[in-house]
């Protein structure tokens, strides 16, 4: 209730009142540094989140997070695997009423609106076979329904999934962390979409060298990142979602062998009143793969 008022230096003091009777609850720590974080208490926060990750076995507060948001500790390599399942499992009910009517969140339009023009360029009249990355409750998957002959969606969260699987948009859908379904799979799809879901895997490189062989030959992939205009490859925001660097991702898609056939910034919906600017990115496996067989052979660019 005190927190609920706003009254976060009195809910902190209360909840470590609490901890001295409990000192082994960790959602307890989770709060007490949530509240010390939103009074300003920072050094407060980063001792209760400390507590926290030695409680935190699986990882689903999200404490290693927490602390390198601050500052005060090593995000660690790839996805807090544990923290966005567990996360997105509790925000499934309220999902879409929370991003999509009240933060104006308009990532899988932006996308798909992406995919069409570029369907217009390059001739294509409907995809195979499309993996909608991170597909939460189906925002995208309507979106791409219509297009495509055979659409599934992977997710780590299983509410996310639940709801989704009620609306019957998708073929198919897996509950699994995206870097190891992309992995089990070869030259599958002709597109892959991740709205507002890179936004929690950190480093981009291990996902597109993942996401790249399960392409087709000359299959698209358009996803969405929260962008930032520092010198940093990528770094973790306060929010817990990265932000990725504009020039790093560039570098990023030209290393993973992917041509970029649209870049660009973009709203992608409003936190705490603040509007996130976004990168938008559609790419393209090249249509033709060398080989080192071929490539020796003509030297040139020979179909494989
Ligand atoms: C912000 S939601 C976006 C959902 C959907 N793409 C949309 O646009 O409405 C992010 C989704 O990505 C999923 N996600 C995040 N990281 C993931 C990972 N490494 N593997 C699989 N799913 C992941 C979350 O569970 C969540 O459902």
């Known amino acids: 209730m005190l927190a609920e008022g ?12 609490a901890l001295e009777n409990a000192p082994d609850w960790a959602a307890g720590w989770d709060l007490l540094g949530t509240f010390h974080e939103k009074s300003g208490e920072v050094a407060g ?7 926290l990750e030695a409680l935190d076995d699986d990882g689903v507060f999200g404490a290693r997070l927490k602390l390198a948001a601050h500052n ?3 995000a660690g390599e790839g996805t807090a695997v ?9 925000y499934a009910p309220q999902f879409e009423r929370s991003l999509v009517d009240k933060l104006g969140y308009r990532v899988p339009e932006m996308l798909d609106g992406l995919v069409v023009e570029q369907m217009v360029a390059l001739g294509i009249e409907r995809f195979a076979k499309a993996i909608d990355l991170g597909c939460g409750t189906g925002l995208m998957g309507e979106k791409l329904r219509a297009k495509v002959d055979f659409l599934e969606g992977v997710d780590i969260s299983a509410a996310m999934i639940a709801e989704t699987a009620r609306k019957g948009i998708y073929d198919n859908l897996q509950k699994a962390e995206l870097v190891a379904a992309l992995n089990a799979r070869r030259a599958e799809a002709d597109l892959m979409t ?16 993942a996401l790249v062989p399960a392409l087709k030959p000359g299959g698209l992939v358009a996803f969405s990142l929260e ?3 520092g010198e940093e490859a990528v770094f973790l925001r306060p929010s817990l979602r990265y932000a990725h660097g504009i020039a790093a991702t560039r570098d990023a898609l030209v290393v993973a062998g992917l041509e970029v056939l649209r870049f660009e910034t973009a709203t992608l919906r409003r936190d705490r009143g603040v509007p996130i600017t976004g990168i938008l990115v559609l790419a393209r496996k090249p249509p033709v793969e060398l080989t080192a067989a071929n490539d020796g052979a003509s030297g040139g660019n020979v179909a494989a």
């Open 6 to 17: 706003g009254d976060y230096a009195a809910a902190a003091d209360l909840m470590s009142q």
């Open 45 to 51: 926060a980063i001792s209760a989140w400390r507590r």
């Open 82 to 90: 544990s923290y966005v399942e567990a996360l997105f499992d509790q």
């Open 194 to 209: 991740a709205a507002d879901v890179f936004i929690y895997c950190g480093d981009l490189q291990p996902v597109l060298a």
């Open 72 to 74: 005060a500790g090593a």
């Open 227 to 229: 962008a930032h205009d």
